[in-house]
């Protein structure tokens, strides 16, 4: 049930008066008697109609006493389960005395970009899956917030004002190009900028921050906090062209030959959005979440009065898959005036890969979902305009490769849902643009980036991490591998300088 | 952002511009086109195709018609104004080789993507054939031009008010029945038209190609929206085409996407329109103070 942030104020309020005075003398079962901490979020019937963030962030008291939960446990599950192992019981102590800046440095040792991370990270399958807290309700529901902490910390830190740009070590006389500004590309900037080498980032569109922007919704990740992101980067030297489309407006390999780069880092991301081959999927009506979100976010059609990029008046919307991409679909479009929106899911809430708070704020929103039901095929009307669904029910088997049951349909169930919209979110493919053009880069199956531990490509001195390697995935783990690269391009600029190598280069101008 | 450098109006609602664009000059393809965006925070971003560029000015020829908001916002622009979004060159160039005889069909704005395709076909040492249509005399273009390229033109117009009284699938297919028969040929234009030459050619087995320009938002196959169904299959123009095989296309698919917008673009363009007429008003109610 809907609770307002005043009420959960209110309660994270007493208990605090409770809890500080004995906040060293807390045993493990006091701790563990703290309820969960809820995330404070907008009224579910105005935030349909609004933009802004749905979930506002913890208060002072409710953070603090969330921390309270912490037992310090020496299993230290959450260190070990965070892809980039932020040192999680530390900044979470310094959150319950109230240090945040101490919190905040501790988190910044080991990832950059927290206040995006702390909303958009699936914590639930992550640090929290394992905690020790949550382990003994036997339930991942009860383990401590450490999302919440780690935005908490990072909002405070961008709040007061004062966030610390990284130190810049003197000019080395290297350039690295790094193609691509969503979270891998970014970290990469950030990392080799720090070590003196000068960057320059390569992006397609004339926006910055790749999915942070043109996909995630600013309901769930605010643009400014991407534009901060942005301008510490430009602060710390790091140049930007946008409007540049690596392979097509230049060749990576001229970038490298000609224009004097000394290494290159490919952060493309995902690309190309699947379909699922059914009947009616080329129907007026029918669109990828890439394509429903782009225009909504990127090209900022949720504004109709300013915007000239159009979007589908939508009444009734059916939505394809159960991912973050589908829950962002749905909720953009009700946002947009749509009366009913389904999410069509072929198995049950449990597989569902979206994050659990998305899902829950979806439900509270009103979105219907239909669990255990598939589309087998589009219907359209005589203009060949979407008028319907056609859907299969399905039930689970045996479970598959991937650890989760595998949905079978079930013979003969088919039902037909009227809708004049469906948005199909069942993934994406691999961006073709830099492997099309630049063949020594070499690819799987699946057109992915083939990497070694260093994330070095098959081409010389060129890195490539993030989604472009790892299929669609997540912000963290786009920023790992960022960060794994930039350590080796520094290694490699490193040697260079020490053996006094330089690439030879062609002055183009 | 790039700098208008040149400015003319072909017809009534046909402009030719030059735009500073050095990098996509350099790179540019016969085939290839541009997207563009009149306003970084709330344009749309609508595809244009490079009609032909000019590496030492480090300029583009784009050739656009008005057909909607963005297209009528270009048009008012003037020489030495900034677009702020422009990039490119996008898609895949065309496939040149010598293959003998190529047909090259243009309609209407169409010519002007053709132009720089049936250049390098001539280059290639294929013989040329070029037909161009449109609907009348006003809204011929490029005629010039393409008589430098052509072993042979043929220019059509709908009305008969110049050239022949045809549709240029008339001159297309007596061109099929010739013997020996054109060995490829390439149609650029409106869908409608690029849908029948494709019917025209079929029965002969000539090999046909057609620039599709559909509606298109990244241009980096990012998005989906330009797809369409190509022998069954889904393809996206931005990077697998723009230019597909003619006889795989689904036409009537392709033209029933096009129109997915139209209620609102049409809305947009009409309420754009009345605040030029009001801020007119305005402009010409000071003017009076004065
Ligand atoms: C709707 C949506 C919701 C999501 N929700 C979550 C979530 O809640 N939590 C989570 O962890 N993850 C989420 N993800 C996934 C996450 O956003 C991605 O895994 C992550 O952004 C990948 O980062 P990246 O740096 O590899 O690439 P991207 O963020 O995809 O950035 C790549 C950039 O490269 C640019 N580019 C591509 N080709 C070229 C070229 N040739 N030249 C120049 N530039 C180029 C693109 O325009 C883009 O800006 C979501 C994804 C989507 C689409
Ligand atoms: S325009 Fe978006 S995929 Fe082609």
Not at chain 1, 300 to 312: E, S, V
Not at chain 1, 403 to 421: A, K, L
Not at chain 1, 485 to 495: C, D, Q, T, V, W
Request: aromatic share 6%; with cysteine; glycine share 8%.
């Amino acid at each position: 049930m809907y609770r307002t942030p005043e009420e959960l104020q209110q309660t994270a309020h007493n208990l605090f008066e409770e809890y500080l005075p004995k906040i060293d003398a807390l045993k493990n079962k006091d701790r563990i008697r703290i309820p969960v901490q809820e995330m404070p979020s907008q009224d579910p019937k105005e935030r349909v109609c609004n933009l802004e963030e749905v979930a506002i962030g913890y208060t002072e008291e409710e953070a603090r006493i969330e921390a309270m939960r912490c037992i310090q446990c020496p299993t230290q599950t959450c260190v070990r389960d965070c892809p980039v192992h932020i040192n999680v019981p530390v900044f979470i102590d310094h959150v319950a005395h109230g240090k945040y800046q101490e919190a905040a440095n501790v988190i910044k040792e080991a990832s950059l970009l927290p206040a995006i991370c702390g909303r958009v990270c699936p914590q639930e399958t992550q640090c929290q899956k394992d905690c020790s807290v949550g382990k003994v309700f036997k339930t991942v529901d009860k383990s401590v917030s450490i999302g919440r902490l780690e935005r908490f910390v990072a909002d405070w830190e961008r709040n007061t004002g004062v966030v610390q740009l990284p130190h810049v070590k003197p000019d080395t006389g290297k350039k690295v190009a790094v193609i691509g500004s969503g979270p891998a590309g970014l970290v990469v900037a950030a990392d080799v900028r720090r070590e003196g080498h000068s960057v320059t980032i390569f992006e397609a569109f004339h926006k910055l921050g790749g999915v942070m922007r043109y996909g995630i919704p600013e309901f769930r990740l605010p643009n400014n906090i991407i534009d901060q992101e942005i301008d510490s980067l430009r602060k710390m030297g790091v140049e930007f062209k946008t409007n540049f489309v690596v392979g097509r407006t230049r060749k990576l390999t001229d970038l490298l030959e000609k224009d004097g780069y000394d290494a290159a880092f490919v952060g493309t991301g995902a690309g190309l959005p699947l379909f699922m081959g059914i009947d009616g999927e080329n129907l007026v009506g029918v669109f990828s979440a890439n394509e429903y979100l782009t225009r909504a976010n990127l090209m900022r059609a949720f504004d109709k009065k300013h915007a000239d990029t159009p979007i589908y008046p939508s009444k009734i919307v059916a939505v394809l898959g159960g991912g973050n991409v589908a829950m962002d679909a749905a909720r953009m479009s009700l946002r947009l005036g749509a009366e009913k929106v389904y999410v069509v899911y072929r198995r049950t809430q449990k597989e569902m890969p979206a994050r659990k708070e998305e899902v829950e704020h979806a439900m509270e929103e009103g979105i219907e979902f239909r669990f255990l039901q598939n589309a087998k095929r589009i219907l359209g009307d005589e203009k060949g305009r979407v008028r319907a669904i056609e859907c299969l029910k399905y039930e689970l088997g045996e479970p598959d490769q991937s650890g989760r049951r595998r949905p079978i349909p079930i013979e003969g169930s088919e039902f037909t849902i009227d809708v004049d919209t469906v948005i199909v979110a069942i993934g994406n493919g691999s961006n073709p643009l830099i492997s099309q053009t630049t063949p020594e880069i070499k690819t799987n199956k699946w057109g992915n980036i083939i990497v070694d531990e260093n994330q070095k490509t098959s081409m010389d001195r060129v890195y490539a991490g993030g989604d472009i390697v790892l299929g669609a995935a997540t912000v963290i783990l786009a920023m790992g591998e960022g960060r794994k690269a930039a350590a080796a391009i520094n290694e490699m600029l490193a040697k260079d300088i020490e053996t006094g190598e330089s690439k030879k280069t062609v002055d183009v101008n | 952002m790039s700098k208008i450098l040149y400015k003319e109006q072909l017809s009534e609602n046909v402009f030719k511009m030059r735009l500073e664009a050095p990098l996509i000059a350099e790179e540019r393809k016969a085939g290839q086109f541009i997207i563009l965006q009149i306003d970084e925070e709330f344009g749309e971003r609508i595809p244009l195709t490079i009609a032909d560029a000019d590496k030492e000015e480090g300029s583009i020829t784009i050739i656009f018609q008005v057909v909607g908001l963005t297209t009528d916002e270009l048009s008012r622009l003037n020489v030495g104004d900034n677009i702020p979004v422009l990039v490119g060159p996008l898609g895949n160039p065309t496939h040149i080789d010598k293959y003998g005889t190529v047909v090259c069909v243009g309609g209407g704005i169409g010519v002007a993507p053709l132009h720089p395709i049936a250049q390098a076909y001539k280059n290639a040492g294929n013989k040329v054939i070029i037909i161009i249509g449109a609907r009348n005399k006003e809204l011929i273009i490029m005629e010039e031009e393409m008589r430098k390229i052509a072993d042979e033109l043929i220019v059509c117009t709908d009305d008969g008010s110049y050239g022949r009284k045809a549709l240029v699938t008339e001159p297309l297919k007596e061109i099929c029945e010739r013997n020996p028969k054109p060995d490829r040929a390439i149609a650029i234009g409106p869908p409608i038209m690029m849908k029948f030459c494709a019917e025209t050619t079929r029965p002969y087995n000539v090999y046909t190609e057609v620039s599709l320009n559909t509606i298109m938002v990244d241009g980096t196959g990012m998005c989906g929206g330009c797809r369409v169904d190509v022998g069954g299959q889904i393809k996206f123009v931005c990077v697998d085409g723009p230019e597909f095989d003619a006889h795989k296309v689904d036409f009537d698919n392709m033209m029933a996407r096009l129109t997915e917008f139209k209620d609102i673009e049409e809305e947009k363009h009409q309420c754009y329109l009345e605040s030029l007429a009001e801020a007119k008003i305005i402009e010409n109610e000071e003017g009076e103070e004065e």
